[in-house]
């Protein structure tokens, strides 16, 4: 069973930064595609971006320019940067992987993920 661990979370004002890190319990190599998700309150869970095993990235439309996935394979850590925050960033934030390679019109999808992390909390004030 995979483990992910998030971290990284926390409170920001409009227009900040963050990085999440997710940590993986074993070698990010293996995995065909690792990916970041939000929830926020009473939303379903979206994809944010997603990254390949050849390092392709696919992002969504809604943070395209702000945020970039990133990946450490000697850490074992998947990263999300994320510039330029605004209140509807708001949400919890969660690190998915799966040994699969996903077709692209997959990868931000939430049923292609097999493993996820307990999510961190991201909140962005006005």
């Known amino acids: 069973q995979v483990q992910l661990v998030e971290s990284g979370g926390g409170s920001v004002q409009a227009g900040g930064s963050l990085t999440l890190s997710c940590v993986a319990s074993?070698?990010?190599?293996?995995?065909?595609?690792m990916g970041w998700f939000r929830q926020a309150p009473g939303k379903e869970r979206e994809g944010v971006a997603a990254?390949?095993?050849?390092?392709?990235?696919t992002v969504a439309d809604s943070v395209k320019g702000r945020f970039t996935i990133s990946k450490d394979i000697a850490k074992k850590t998947l990263y999300l940067l994320m510039n330029d925050l605004k209140p509807e960033d708001t949400a919890v934030y969660y690190c998915?992987?799966?040994?699969?390679?996903?077709?692209?019109?997959?990868?931000?999808?939430?049923?292609?993920?097999?493993?996820w992390g307990q999510g961190t909390q991201v909140t962005v004030s006005s």
């Open positions: 998915a992987t799966t040994y699969a390679s996903i077709s692209s019109w997959r990868r931000l999808l939430r049923d292609a993920y097999k493993f």
């Open positions: 074993e070698y990010i190599s293996r995995f065909g595609h």
């Open positions: 990254i390949g095993i050849d390092g392709s990235t």
